[in-house]
């Protein structure tokens, strides 16, 4: 977006809003995108981030570690002097290129038809290897895909401890199968970087011998091209779905206890689904905050 098409972006997302907006800083990070901190009132103080997004234009599925569909982040304070403190300093840190740990990012469905006329070099390609877990690659221009993969041009998991980094074309990449990208809120590396990190990685035979389903793997080869560190996408998307079917399943117990055992059985079982919720609720903020962020680690990158 140029500034003006962003500014009026920026109007539509806060006319969604019901509070008074206060002050907006515009900004720029040091590779071009364009970013607004908007500080809002009330029954408190608000401060949201609205970024230039790659990709925006296309389907999204799956926000992670984001407010909502147009706002990256928020944050509340009770007091005004602390809201604007907020809003400047983070204008200051953004502007130069200092970005929190935490991966924000999107998860957006490429056109079942002719997918490369959306991709632009850099960016992570994903399709589904077996169901809610991701082959991820990273996308280099001209049909090409940088990607943990077995020589024998598998994807079945028992080839996959002879795999290593290698460059196949797109339509090896995604076996006929959906294509959909993962996209980095903020843009950490310039595509230039990124390609070259995969290039060096795939002549290094990066991950050759030393593929491990959970902690060295596709994902992690396409997040170090893109954040310089690894990071596996897959986490949050198990873990909510492991929280959908627990509370599931405890709703059942409740029933059939209702059914079979009167009140206050059932009183029993209402508590403990109540209690389930919320151990797996921290569960899953414990993971947003422990697999979600990116780690400096000198023999390989992975998540701690």
Request: proline share 3%; net charge positive.
């Amino acid at each position: 977006m140029n500034w003006r098409d962003f500014q009026k972006h920026v109007q539509f997302v806060l006319g969604k809003k019901s509070e008074t907006v206060y002050e907006k800083h515009y900004g720029e990070t040091p590779l071009g995108q364009k970013f607004a901190i908007v500080v809002t009132y009330v029954v408190w103080w608000s401060v949201r981030l609205i970024l230039d997004e790659d990709y925006h234009d296309l389907k999204l599925l799956q926000s992670i570690n984001c407010e909502s569909a147009w706002i990256v982040k928020k944050k509340r304070f009770e007091l005004k002097s602390e809201a604007y403190e907020f809003a400047s300093q983070t204008h200051k840190d953004y502007v130069n290129g200092n970005f929190e740990n935490l991966v924000r990012c999107r998860i957006r469905e490429l056109p079942l038809k002719n997918p490369e006329s959306s991709l632009m070099p850099g960016v992570i390609i994903r399709r589904e290897f077996i169901p809610w877990i991701y082959h991820e690659g990273l996308y280099l221009g001209n049909s090409k895909v940088a990607h943990i993969n077995p020589e024998e041009g598998t994807s079945k998991l028992k080839f996959k401890k002879n795999a290593g980094a290698r460059i196949d074309s797109l339509e090896t990449f995604l076996k006929g199968k959906p294509a959909y990208i993962l996209v980095p809120c903020f843009r950490r590396r310039s595509e230039k970087e990124i390609c070259d990190t995969a290039i060096s990685l795939v002549g290094e035979k990066y991950c050759k011998g030393l593929y491990d389903f959970l902690r060295n793997n596709c994902q992690h080869f396409a997040s170090k091209c893109v954040f310089g560190e690894g990071v596996t996408s897959d986490t949050l998307r198990t873990l909510t779905t492991v929280k959908f079917f627990v509370g599931m399943e405890a709703a059942a117990i409740a029933t059939l206890a209702s059914a079979l055992g009167g009140p206050a059985t059932f009183t029993m079982a209402t508590t403990a689904f109540f209690i389930v919720g919320f151990i797996q609720g921290y569960k899953q903020t414990f993971i947003r905050s422990k697999h979600f962020k990116l780690v400096k680690d000198k023999s390989k990158s992975d998540f701690v």
